[in-house]
């Protein structure tokens, strides 16, 4: 960047700092939680079901003294051994007369209270279910509505020759919620994406989601009919959504299953839709049957001997091109299956089952690396988890099999070792063949198959204000992967330091380092696989000189090698601006982003405030600014108003995107609206 774009940029920072934020404080907790996500989520990812339960409880907190293990996992704040810690605590010493007893609990430090306190509470009053008929009116309801485009024309809505977009730019969505003491809800979304038509002759809107659920005390403890989501185990056989995985909290290794929950995302591929229910059978025991029916979208060809064949399963949603609206939801998919669990004081264990059908059978490509690649009509999957935990350490574990095919386990230990140092430690192996369409597990492909892995993670604390966390994950694939003609082996390590001398200052300094072996790119006349090497160097600064205002620095430098090449550095730097007034009905938040990458391999990952239930993760690369505004206003009546506008500034290219998304010029920039009334 020139010096006479520097001394522009940097005072315009200081002068934005003047204006306001969407979300400040009353959702910075949710922002840090979507932060951790957004390390190692893919792009353009949907957290809506994420933000929208962190939001309930920051507006109806948990009373820590009423949730159980189950609820207490919804934070995504607590690991499950400070989770058994406190269930323990409370059991032993009676119900908590203040959030700071948290302070006696074995592994709750200063920094885990602090991020716990937005959403929790002691000694709230018992609450009595109304009578039917009271229902609709001291329920709770909320309407939500949508709408956002680009602004700039991309190709693929010109008047080609060829493939182009059949529908409108517009991306709408319209949302209903109802909730009633979290006891009872029933939930409707209907979305559109941008190139999809607005109204369609079968469905109307391109996509809709329904669900109607109970959640009770007695012998049924939950109920869902429509769309939900099944998270078990350690997301081996059936987890549905999304899981921590790897990340910043070395404890998160550990999947935090929820069990049966209605389906609330605007996501058009990782659920379930048919009904399901838990069923408590006395003395620890439950019972969960589930059936689903639905139609995916998929790519069908015809076979030598005129059979139907499915090639893929299509994972976008995106109907927008002739191709993409034929392969729409042509292949039917029937999921029948139960599991069954135990829950004692001290010891956890479950048993799954379930079978999938597919209206067309499977069949594998002809390359090497498809050897092992499900063929058939129909999976079958069955899994065994177990979790004991016991003083200050915490056991827990999945063995998995699918029919026909291989096995996968993952075994892992929590301790408390000290006051200031905790561990995990976590072993999984992962066989060539095992199959499972809704696996979610610890490991460094988007399946659980073809990896072998042993990981160790570390956190210490040598004073309240000071907090260090590290890992290293070493990982073989001993079988072919896509672009790796032999088998293959890699490692990543992290290491990270929070400093916070008070409540108004946050200092992260993080240094992350993978290693990974892939096939010479094309035209390379080296033999053998060659190393492809990352690193990302950050620090991190959150300052809030007072209640109203809010800054947030963020510097970050990686790097990408591969083979023996001299490799490529890119470069990133962002100011947030925050503000929300003690009184008034205008808030808002602002961001200000250079970014200098020689290609998308050196890329930076960064976390996107956006409108209500909207965050998501970007991918900054090229050389250029990146800048936004969001604003809110709260009207009286219940309602309340979002707008946003995102824009990309390029300096080294006169076109961007490629295909159909392709726009002319140097800006790419995006506007949206959203209206929410709640009674």
Not at 116 to 134: E, H, R, W, Y
Not at 516 to 527: H, I, L, R
Request: some cysteine; hydrophobic content about 35%; overall charge positive.
């Amino acid at each position: 960047m020139s010096g006479k774009k520097k001394l522009f940029i940097y005072p315009l920072c200081l002068l934005f700092g003047f204006f306001g934020r969407l979300k400040a404080q009353e959702t910075g907790p949710v922002r840090d939680i979507l932060e951790q996500l957004a390390e190692n989520g893919p792009e353009d990812s949907d957290w809506s079901s994420v933000t929208e339960q962190l939001s309930f409880y920051l507006d109806h907190p948990m009373d820590l003294n009423r949730a159980g293990p189950e609820q207490l996992k919804e934070l995504m704040i607590l690991s499950l051994l400070q989770i058994s810690s406190l269930t323990d605590y409370i059991r032993l010493h009676g119900p908590l007369k203040d959030i700071l007893e948290l302070q006696a609990v074995s592994g709750f430090d200063p920094g885990v209270i602090t991020r716990l306190k937005p959403f929790v509470t002691v000694g709230l009053p018992a609450i009595a279910l109304l009578p039917p008929a009271k229902l609709y009116q001291d329920g709770r309801h909320e309407l939500m509505l949508r709408y956002g485009r680009t602004l700039q024309t991309q190709k693929g809505f010109t008047d080609l020759p060829g493939s182009r977009y059949l529908g409108s730019p517009e991306r709408f969505m319209l949302r209903y919620r109802y909730e009633y003491q979290k006891t009872l809800s029933a939930g409707l979304t209907a979305e559109k994406d941008a190139g999809e038509y607005w109204l369609k002759r079968k469905s109307g809107m391109d996509h809709l989601s329904f669900h109607i659920a109970w959640k009770g005390k007695g012998a049924l403890h939950r109920l869902n009919a429509g769309d939900y989501s099944l998270q078990f185990g350690q997301g081996l056989a059936l987890w549905s959504g999304f899981a921590l995985g790897k990340g910043t909290d070395v404890t998160a290794v550990a999947a935090k299953s929820t069990g049966l929950h209605p389906y609330r995302s605007t996501g058009e591929v990782s659920y379930f839709r048919g009904i399901a229910g838990t069923f408590n059978l006395g003395t620890g025991f439950s019972f969960t049957p589930f059936f689903s029916l639905r139609n995916l979208d998929a790519s069908i060809k015809t076979d030598s001997t005129g059979q139907a064949t499915v090639q893929n399963i299509g994972a976008s949603g995106l109907h927008r091109t002739p191709s993409e609206l034929k392969n729409e939801r042509n292949l039917q998919q029937m999921i029948y299956g139960s599991i069954w669990q135990y829950a004692g004081r001290h010891l956890e264990f479950g048993i799954t089952g379930y079978s999938s059908r597919y209206g067309h059978r499977f069949v594998t490509g002809t390359q090497a690396y498809n050897r092992f690649a499900f063929t058939g009509h129909q999976l079958v999957n069955t899994s065994a988890c177990y979790s004991y935990a016991l003083n200050s350490t915490y056991l827990f574990g999945e063995t998995a099999y699918s029919q026909d095919g291989g096995w996968a386990f993952l075994n892992g230990v929590m301790s408390t070792i000290s006051g200031k140092v905790s561990a995990v430690l976590l072993l999984r192996s992962y066989d060539r063949d095992y199959h499972s369409f809704f696996s979610n597990a610890v490991g460094e492909g988007t399946e659980a198959a073809n990896e072998r892995g042993i990981y160790l993670g570390v956190n210490y604390r040598p004073a309240p204000n000071l907090m260090f966390s590290m890992y290293g994950d070493y990982f073989q694939f001993p079988g072919l992967k896509y672009r790796i003609s032999k088998a293959s082996e890699g490692h990543e390590l992290l290491s990270q330091a929070i400093f916070s001398p008070g409540k108004k200052f946050r200092l992260t300094l993080r240094y992350k380092q993978e290693t990974k072996q892939q096939d010479p790119d094309a035209g390379n006349t080296v033999t053998g696989l060659q190393n492809v090497d990352t690193q990302n160097f950050r620090t991190d600064w959150n300052w809030q000189p007072a209640r109203q205002t809010a800054f947030h620095q963020r510097a970050e430098l990686s790097r990408y090698r591969k083979g023996n090449t001299s490799g490529e550095t890119g470069y990133m730097v962002l100011q947030d601006f925050d503000y929300t007034p003690k009184t008034g009905p205008v808030s808002g938040n602002i961001r200000l982003a250079w970014f200098s990458t020689p290609s998308y391999n050196s890329r930076v990952y960064v976390y996107e405030d956006d409108v209500l239930y909207a965050g998501t993760s970007a991918a900054y690369y090229g050389r250029g600014l990146r800048y936004f505004l969001n604003l809110r206003y709260r009207f009286r009546n219940g309602a309340d108003l979002w707008v946003r506008y995102a824009c990309y500034q390029y300096m080294d290219r006169k076109t961007i995107g490629s295909g159909l998304d392709e726009i002319r010029g140097s800006r790419k920039s995006d506007v949206k609206f959203q209206v929410r009334y709640r009674l």
